[in-house]
């Protein structure tokens, strides 16, 4: 059925106070997590921790919210997105509130997890983008929230660095706290509940299977670095994880109303965007970690800048990304999201390959200029393939897709720094900096170069994936996936 007259079935004007609400949203968590990036060595003196036990003050963070991410989108899909989405946020907020109060690392620790129970705000939010925006509106709004993360990012590594140097580590989270509460008042206020509801009993199993399956795994990655990839450990881990995973595999398929719908994570385009989500993760991390060795290590090893001038050297990627997002959703219902999908990735793939080659050769704003040319192609990329999942699944089910496809992004996030540290730990020099005690390692050109090679080689690939989406937009109309169908919108 073609319906040309969409915007009648909406509220335009609660759809622009909502979009406030989502895509804010991302500035305020980007601003929290990146202002502890630079407070990590201060919590490890304060608490007389070793690096090692430091680093589980993110992956306690990480590890609870990857599972929360798939339960928080099932149960939105059962009793309500918006319920959850506020149950979430109050996680999130708790959980920044009681960090900055942290007496001790133990404290620390259950803080970091009761806020990473709130990682699942976000497959929540854009659940309630396609459920209660007009058809059209979503590629934009998906847009700016994409853009939001790379300004909140460039915003807070700078200000966290400023803000613990000055004021101490637990004022990143002070300053945070009211503005989590402020959203939590403004997503209460303003946001309305979802439209569809599909009510059924909750599969706890399956919720411990899934656990079984993901928390293992990601320790093993986060510590292999550490204590070797082929340590038992390691492997005992990796053990576990498969078992986990066959073991819930078999679950699901029999139970009457599964945790993770097989049937709908692997249909044709969630299965591609949530393979092509992961590597686009691990691309990107290991990116970025290769980005911060280069702006931060003295010369002629990096450009010897500080973490704030790091932070806004940044900026003119984020300043492209903001703009360059939501005009791509603007354009994307004409254009379709498999093209874009695509040319970002093709374009992300060739600024890599600069990179790689030519990394030792750059001037610092070459080096920025063609970070800029990899974060625009990036951008395109993950707008593309968010508004394929959103519009490939119905909207009763809508959450645990979008919970699930965090879960896929979480991994490979995970993976990207894991492999970035053993690539640098393989290709190093050793160097004696004066008023340092001990012999450093620096990277050599060759990480670099094999970091770099190896994300564009990533993006070739994710290119080729793409080119077997599924179109869902073209020529102006979109092509819901509705609960008896397809349902085709014409965008004016």
């Known amino acids: 059925m073609q319906v040309n007259t969409e915007n009648r079935a909406y509220d335009m004007a609660y759809a622009k106070r909502a979009m406030m609400v989502v895509v804010v949203l991302p500035l305020l968590v980007m601003y929290t997590e990146a202002m502890l990036m630079p407070a990590l060595p201060t919590i490890q003196k304060e608490f007389a921790i070793n690096p090692n036990d430091v680093s589980w003050v993110l992956t306690i963070y990480l590890l609870v919210g990857t599972v929360s991410a798939a339960i928080f989108g099932k149960l939105g899909d059962m009793y309500g997105k918006k319920k959850m989405f506020l149950l979430a946020l109050s996680f999130y907020t708790i959980g920044v509130v009681l960090n900055g109060f942290a007496p001790d690392y133990h404290w620390l620790l259950v803080s970091r997890g009761v806020q990473g129970l709130g990682m699942a705000i976000f497959p929540l939010a854009f659940s309630l983008v396609r459920e209660e925006f007009p058809p059209s509106m979503v590629p934009q709004v998906q847009g700016m929230i994409s853009a939001m993360f790379a300004v909140g990012m460039v915003i807070a590594l700078p200000l966290g660095a400023w803000v613990t140097q000055n004021y101490g580590w637990r004022w990143t989270y002070h300053s945070a706290a009211p503005f989590a509460v402020l959203m939590f008042f403004l997503a209460w206020k303003i946001l309305r509940e979802s439209r569809y509801i599909n009510p059924g009993k909750v599969d706890w199993p399956g919720a411990l299977f899934l656990a079984v399956a993901v928390v293992p795994a990601l320790v093993a990655v986060t510590r292999a670095p550490n204590i070797g990839w082929t340590?038992?450990?390691?492997?005992?881990?990796?053990?576990?994880?498969?078992?986990?995973?066959?073991?819930?595999?078999?679950?699901?398929?029999?139970?009457?109303?599964?945790?993770?719908?097989?049937?709908?994570?692997?249909?044709?385009?969630?299965?591609?965007?949530?393979?092509?989500?992961?590597?686009?993760?691990?691309?990107?991390?290991?990116?970025?970690?290769?980005?911060?060795?280069?702006?931060?290590?003295?010369?002629?090893?990096?450009?010897?800048?500080?973490?704030?001038?790091?932070?806004?050297?940044?900026?003119?990627?984020?300043a492209v990304m903001l703009v360059v997002a939501p005009l791509a959703?603007?354009?994307?219902?004409?254009?379709?999201?498999?093209?874009?999908?695509?040319?970002?990735?093709?374009?992300?793939?060739?600024?890599?390959?600069?990179?790689?080659?030519?990394?030792?050769?750059?001037?610092?704003?070459?080096?920025?200029?063609?970070?800029?040319?990899?974060?625009?192609?990036?951008?395109?990329?993950?707008?593309?393939?968010?508004?394929?999942?959103?519009?490939?699944?119905?909207?009763?089910?809508?959450?645990?897709?979008?919970?699930?496809?965090?879960?896929?992004?979480?991994?490979?996030?995970?993976?990207?720094?894991?492999?970035?540290?053993?690539?640098?730990s393989t290709y190093y020099t050793l160097l004696h900096i004066p008023g340092v005690p001990v012999t450093i390692r620096i990277p050599t050109s060759k990480a670099y170069e094999v970091l770099f090679g190896v994300s564009s080689a990533i993006f070739l690939l994710l290119a080729l994936l793409a080119l077997a989406i599924v179109e869902v937009m073209k020529r102006g109309r979109i092509m819901e996936v509705e609960e008896s169908g397809e349902k085709e919108v014409t965008v004016s």
Not at 401 to 410: Q, V, Y
């Open 231 to 318: 340590a038992g450990q390691t492997l005992i881990l990796f053990g576990i994880a498969v078992a986990g995973f066959v073991i819930l595999t078999l679950w699901e398929r029999r139970v009457e109303n599964p945790l993770m719908p097989l049937p709908i994570i692997t249909s044709r385009n969630p299965a591609i965007v949530n393979v092509g989500i992961t590597f686009a993760a691990f691309g990107i991390s290991m990116m970025s970690q290769a980005n911060t060795y280069i702006f931060q290590m003295i010369p002629p090893y990096g450009f010897g800048k500080t973490i704030l001038e790091s932070g806004l050297l940044m900026t003119p990627m984020a």
């Open 329 to 424: 959703g603007k354009l994307m219902p004409k254009v379709g999201a498999r093209p874009l999908a695509v040319t970002g990735a093709l374009t992300a793939s060739a600024g890599l390959v600069v990179l790689a080659k030519y990394v030792t050769q750059l001037s610092l704003w070459q080096f920025v200029g063609m970070i800029t040319v990899v974060g625009t192609g990036i951008t395109l990329m993950n707008i593309s393939l968010i508004n394929v999942l959103v519009f490939s699944v119905p909207p009763r089910v809508m959450g645990i897709a979008t919970g699930t496809n965090s879960l896929f992004r979480n991994f490979g996030s995970t993976w990207g720094p894991a492999i970035a540290g053993t690539v640098m």
